[in-house]
């Protein structure tokens, strides 16, 4: 799966000279938390998120009347408190990629570049929602994990029996075990019962880590 796959297309733009009370309205307005800032030419100079017009404001200790505080805010520029440091990736990079690169950086969202033009978004809902995709969550049957040995012919092997079965194999997903000897591989199957499933597993001599109907 690919960033263009799952981003939201044609993201809303703010540029640098914009003042935090529109902005804040934009965000309000469209229930968006996050924006990209372009400049006049359309380049990428920055992001904005709700957080950063949160740290920007008066704290609720200030002095300051309400006519005061909305003055000063839009007086405050994007420019001076947007994020310039700004992470990206593109529309054909792998969703795992900028997964990773919004776990390694601690944010919550990355500009879609189409070479310099911004083309999307990807955010923590985009990448919560081909989570529940990659599962087939919304499919109905039984869902399996099983410690497999990490060799050629494994996967194959079980495919084979599920389709003697006439069982279907909606999702599989793996992941790295406590040693590199094994994997541990969680498939979700239609047309099939609990009670299959285990005859499979338990002929082939693996371990169910976790089996269920949902």
């Not at 992001?47 to 309400?66: E, G």
């Not at 389709?163 to 040693?179: H, P, Q, R």
């Amino acid at each position: 799966m690919l960033v263009k796959d799952i981003m939201t297309k044609n993201p809303i733009t703010v540029n640098p000279e914009m003042s935090v009370l529109e902005v804040k309205d934009v965000m309000n307005t469209n229930k968006i938390n996050k924006l990209p800032v372009l400049d006049k030419s359309g380049a990428l100079v920055g992001i904005l998120t709700k957080n950063d017009l949160i740290k920007a404001s008066p704290s609720d200790a200030t002095t300051l009347d309400m006519f005061e505080v909305g003055y000063l805010l839009s007086k405050l520029t994007v420019e001076k408190v947007m994020c310039k440091n700004v992470k990206f990736v593109t529309e054909n990079e792998t969703v795992e990629e900028a997964a990773r690169l919004m776990s390694d950086f601690n944010i919550g969202s990355l500009p879609v570049l189409n070479g310099n033009i911004v083309v999307g978004i990807i955010t923590e809902s985009d990448l919560f929602n081909s989570f529940v995709n990659m599962f087939n969550s919304r499919t109905p049957g039984v869902r399996v994990t099983v410690l497999l040995d990490e060799k050629p012919g494994v996967l194959a092997k079980i495919s084979e029996l599920i389709a003697e079965k006439n069982g279907n194999i909606v999702s599989l997903v793996t992941f790295n075990a406590d040693d590199s000897a094994h994997k541990k591989v969680t498939v979700k199957l239609e047309n099939i019962s609990e009670e299959d499933v285990k005859e499979i597993i338990a002929s082939c001599g693996y371990t169910i880590c976790d089996i269920r109907s949902v």
